[in-house]
């Protein structure tokens, strides 16, 4: 994370370790929140297993529709590279 931050930065710019720490871990806490709602939906269902499926819903619950979009192009990207990597 720390070498994305100094490729936006101007070369002389210096990160105090608060704003590395903080870049670190806003994105773990927003991982938990999600994985976290998604549990639920699998403890819900009784599944065993987490799906994009239930990342969805759980984005959805927690009104986070604007990665909704982005989460499903991700999918169908990674579905079309392992397709396309299987049939080499």
């Known amino acids: ?13 210096r990160v105090s370790n608060g704003a590395k720490n903080l870049t670190q871990g806003c994105p773990v806490e927003f991982i938990n929140i999600v994985a976290d709602e998604a549990a639920k939906c699998c403890n819900q269902d009784e599944c065993t297993m987490m799906t994009p499926d239930d990342i969805t819903y ?10 909704i979009e982005s989460m499903g192009t991700y999918l169908r990207r990674y579905h079309e590279a392992a397709a396309t990597s299987t049939t080499k």
């Open 1 to 13: 994370m720390e070498h994305m931050i100094c490729l936006v930065l101007v070369a002389d710019a």
């Open 58 to 67: 759980a984005l959805r619950s927690l009104r986070l529709h604007r990665f």
